[in-house]
């Protein structure tokens, strides 16, 4: 079965990344290498998202299409990344999710 695995970060958890020492920093992100590489066999694809403010959003909800600058919705809780992962079922993504290093909260949903 075919879950995606939302990597959403919080205010909180960026300014502590953004508090960290050069050393703390490439600690973090060897430890969510390491992961990639851990579960490299059930990961079929996985993308890191440029920051929020980046996003051009369009609505498509009126007779004519609005286009803006910025995401949908400000937020304190931002998806950074997403990995797609190929598992037996969601206990197995669930066991990924709880072994993931970084992001405060993973959001896990199933492909159609």
């Known amino acids: 079965m075919k879950y995606v695995l939302m990597f959403v970060e919080t205010e909180e958890f960026a300014k ?3 508090a960290m020492g050069e050393l703390e920093q490439r600690a973090a992100y060897e430890a969510v290498g390491r992961w990639f590489a851990e579960h490299a066999d059930k990961i079929t694809h996985h993308a890191h ?3 929020a403010h980046t996003a051009t959003t369009v609505r498509v909800d009126r007779p004519e299409p609005v286009i803006t600058d910025g995401p949908f919705v400000e937020g304190k809780e931002v998806v950074s990344g997403f ?3 190929e598992v037996a079922d969601l206990d197995e993504a669930l066991a990924l999710a709880r072994a993931w290093p ?3 909260i993973v959001e896990i949903r199933p492909l159609t």
């Open 102 to 104: 970084a992001c405060p």
């Open 16 to 18: 502590e990344l953004e």
């Open 83 to 85: 990995a797609e992962v």
């Open 49 to 51: 998202l440029a920051p």
